[in-house]
């Protein structure tokens, strides 16, 4: 944190918040409500602001750090899914997530939002080409699935046996088209999380949810 800005009504409450920013030697500026909003960007802001440093590792310190559990978004343009893909997998017990160059900014407003802190939590990796991505897992020791709902093989074929306890990472790509050929040749193979319903599709942060949580506790029950 470089800078926090805060309404009064807000101080009174999260004062604590307050004096470790001072502990930090950033600045804490009292400003109205008016100018809170103009900040914020939000109709309905919470009445605090932090200016922070960028977060983002190098793809080569997350790959050193051995990860079991990493998230590839492809293509991913709205902040709020990414914002809450990354937000569960933190939930999961990921170690990374890797927004490649045709993803939506990680530092973007709403998606900033959607992480609900979890941007702090996790290392993220941001503009690296698809193709050098998956080649680093690959060369991590990690196997590349791709969550794809045309795919032949079913994530519960994959829960029966010990596939989804192998270091993993899960390709994830647009909400509206999925994942192009050119991506989907990139990967090991190819997953479909099942439909049992009705529905047509699942939403993409549903679906990254279900995969996430699959390959967690197939690595719990190793």
């Not at 807000?10 to 400003?31: D, I, S």
């Not at 897992?137 to 699935?145: K, N």
């Not at 009705?198 to 939403?203: D, H, I, V």
Request: hydrophobic share 50%; charged share 15%.
């Amino acid at each position: 944190m470089t800078e926090l800005f805060i309404t009064a009504p807000a101080l009174a409450k999260f004062g604590e918040l307050a004096g470790l920013a001072t502990g930090q030697g950033a600045p804490v500026r009292t400003v109205s409500g008016e100018v809170m909003t103009e900040l914020a960007q939000t109709i309905t802001p919470q009445g605090v602001l932090a200016v922070c440093r960028f977060v983002d590792v190098p793809l080569g310190k997350l790959m050193a750090a051995a990860p079991r559990l990493v998230v590839l978004l492809a293509g991913v343009r709205d902040p709020g899914n990414a914002g809450t893909v990354l937000r569960t997998a933190d939930a999961a017990g990921a170690a990374g997530v890797i927004f490649t160059d045709a993803s939506v900014d990680p530092y973007n407003s709403k998606c900033v939002r959607a992480s609900a802190g979890s941007l702090f939590h996790l290392p993220i990796v941001v503009g690296v080409a698809l193709r050098e991505a998956a080649a680093g897992l690959r060369g991590a020791g990690l196997r590349v699935l791709a969550a794809d709902g045309k795919a032949l093989v079913r994530l519960d074929d994959l829960e029966s046996g010990s596939k989804l306890r192998q270091p993993t990472a899960w390709l994830f790509g647009n909400e509206a088209w999925g994942l192009p050929a050119d991506a989907l040749a990139l990967a090991d193979e190819a997953v479909a999380v099942p439909i049992y319903g009705r529905a047509e599709s699942l939403n993409l942060a549903a679906a990254a949810a279900v995969c996430l949580y699959a390959s967690a506790w197939a690595a719990r029950e190793a």
